[in-house]
Nanobody
């Protein structure tokens, strides 16, 4: 079992930045994929960014060039650096992890990001 705890959400003005953190309860070395999803009211949960154990990253088109995902295996933490935030980025952001063996998916409880002037 892995517990994921997000932090770093809050209210930010358009154009501002936030860094989300997701701390895992145990080593993330065996977690093949770490990712951030988001869900805005009335919309489906969508993938924002992912990073695999080898370090390769993937981003939704809507955040490319503005968001950056990284993982720190020594701290058992995955980060999402969000720059140039837009009102449409407002959502609850969820941390996601998938272990390799056995194949299991874990979710955090979510952290709210509000982008408003």
């Amino acid at each position: 079992q892995v517990q994921l705890v997000e932090s770093g959400g809050g209210l930010v003005q358009p154009g501002g930045s936030l860094r989300l953190s997701c701390a895992a309860s145990r080593s993330i070395d065996s977690l093949g994929t770490l990712a951030w999803f988001r869900q805005a009211p009335g919309k489906q949960r969508e993938l924002v960014a992912s990073v695999i154990s080898g370090g390769s990253t993937n981003y939704a088109d809507s955040v490319k060039g503005r968001f950056s995902i990284s993982r720190d295996n020594a701290k058992n933490t995955v980060y999402l650096q969000m720059n140039s935030l837009k009102p449409e980025d407002a959502a609850v952001y969820y941390c996601y992890a998938r272990s390799i063996s056995p194949p299991t998916v874990y979710w955090g409880q979510g952290t709210q990001v509000t982008v408003s002037s």
